[in-house]
Every structure is written in structure tokens, then in C-alpha cells.
């Protein structure tokens, strides 16, 4: 049971590069989120799902998109990467019961230069 | 709007002692109360979690106190063990929103010294 699974571990962008992060998640979870991790700041919600083909803004949303076509998937994009999204990004999910606890992948490090 | 300020941002505890981490809040609409520790390299992890309902949970080493009128909750590991060493989050739920997203404070970090 691999839970979340995010690809890819590692990236290194240029200013202005795109990029997609991709969050795969096989417990048919419904609620999917993607949070960025800066030191000192604890984890701050960018984008979040409550089921497939949904999609919604959370605290930090600028600078980022997202798409959930399929349920089991959560994309995050960077259309043009800017030093300030150097971070480490993490996807979540969790299921239908009230106090589902969220799930965790290990974390995408991004650098952008 | 800082809604939720843990304490300290950084503990270090002798094997066998207590560990204390404080988390205040301000948002009202919180009707869950979690903490989560993480690892180096890995993702946050669910610990133990309290509903307001209330005033204290135990699971093992694991307490989590919770003081609803002074809008503060608290997680005390006793007999603190080297393997306790990780960054802990409080991480409350606003109830009612819908999204299930959490509030993470801004961390913890633990050494338990051998």
C-alpha cells in the first residue's frame, strides 16, 4: 500500500520555467490538498480538492494552479516559477469520516534559481 | 492574522524526561485538535488528536490537555525516548468550512538527548 505517492523528489527550475508536481493517492480518498513547507512557517495550504473534478484556493494560492480530473490525482502547476517558491511542497489527503486524519506524501524539494 | 502560535520552537529534553509543547489559538471555529510529527525527509504524520468535547487524551506516552477557555492546547511526552526526536506541529480544524484542511502552527523542534 504505497498511500501518497509524489514525483518527483527533486527539481531544480530556472525563473520563469513551468513545472507540474504530481500527488497520486490509492486509499479512494476524496479530500486531496497541497501545502509548501518554509522553515519557521509550518505548512500553509496552497491549493485543496473535496472530490474529483474540484478544485479551491486556500491561504497562498498565487503563483500556483491545480487539477483534479481523476480522483485518485492532484496536480500542482507552476506556470512561471519565482525564487520566493523555493520550498518543499507536500500533498495530503484524507477520507469521508468527519475526523479523517490527513495522509502525507514525503515532499517534493524545489529550488528555484 | 497569526491564528495559531505554538511554543518553544525548539526543546531539548534528557531521555526519561517530560517534553512540553504549547499551542494557542485563536479562531473560535476550531473543532479539532491534532498534533502530527515529522520526520527528516518525510511528511507530517498523524500523533494524537482531541475533539473539544474534552479535557484530556492519553494513547500510550502521548497526553494531549486542552483548556477551551483559555483557547490552548498542549502535548506532554513522558519518558521521552531518542526516537521522539522530530518536529511536532499542532494543527487545529475549523469545523463547518468543508475543505478539512488544517491550520499548522509553526513547529516544534524536539532532541531528546541519550
Known amino acids: 500500500n504505497a498511500g501518497v505517492t509524489q514525483t518527483p523528489k527533486f527539481r531544480v527550475l530556472k525563473t520563469g520555467q513551468s513545472m507540474t508536481l504530481l500527488c497520486a493517492q490509492d486509499?479512494?480518498?476524496?479530500?486531496m490538498y497541497w501545502y509548501r513547507q518554509d522553515p519557521g512557517m509550518g505548512l500553509r495550504l496552497i491549493h485543496y480538492?473535496?472530490?474529483?473534478?474540484?478544485?479551491a484556493k486556500g491561504e497562498v494560492p498565487d503563483g500556483y494552479n491545480v487539477s483534479r480530473l481523476k480522483k485518485q490525482n492532484f496536480l500542482l502547476g507552476l506556470e512561471s516559477a519565482a525564487p520566493s517558491q523555493t520550498s518543499v511542497y507536500f500533498c495530503?489527503?484524507?477520507?469521508?469520516?468527519?475526523?479523517?486524519?490527513?495522509?502525507f506524501g514525503n515532499g517534493t524539494r524545489l529550488t528555484v534559481t | 492574522q497569526q491564528q495559531v502560535k505554538q511554543s518553544p520552537q525548539s526543546l531539548i529534553v534528557q531521555k526519561g524526561g517530560i517534553s512540553i509543547i504549547n499551542c494557542a489559538y485563536e479562531?473560535?471555529?476550531?473543532?479539532?485538535f491534532p498534533w502530527y510529527q515529522q520526520f527528516p525527509g518525510k511528511g507530517p504524520a498523524l500523533l494524537i488528536a482531541?475533539?473539544?468535547?474534552?479535557s484530556e487524551k492519553k494513547e500510550g506516552r502521548f497526553t494531549i490537555s486542552f483548556n477551551k477557555s483559555a483557547k490552548q492546547f498542549s502535548l506532554h511526552i513522558m519518558d521521552s525516548q531518542p526516537g521522539d526526536s522530530a518536529t511536532y506541529f499542532c494543527?487545529?480544524?475549523?469545523?463547518?468550512?468543508?475543505?478539512?484542511?488544517?491550520?499548522f502552527g509553526s513547529g516544534t523542534r524536539l532532541q531528546v538527548q541519550p
Open positions: 495530503a489527503s484524507s477520507g469521508t469520516p468527519q475526523y479523517s486524519p490527513l495522509h
Open positions: 486509499m479512494n480518498h476524496e479530500y
Open positions: 480538492s473535496v472530490g474529483e473534478g474540484t478544485t
Open positions: 479562531n473560535t471555529a476550531f473543532d479539532y
Open positions: 482531541i475533539r473539544p468535547d474534552v
Open positions: 494543527a487545529p480544524r475549523a469545523g463547518g468550512t468543508g475543505r478539512r484542511a488544517l491550520t
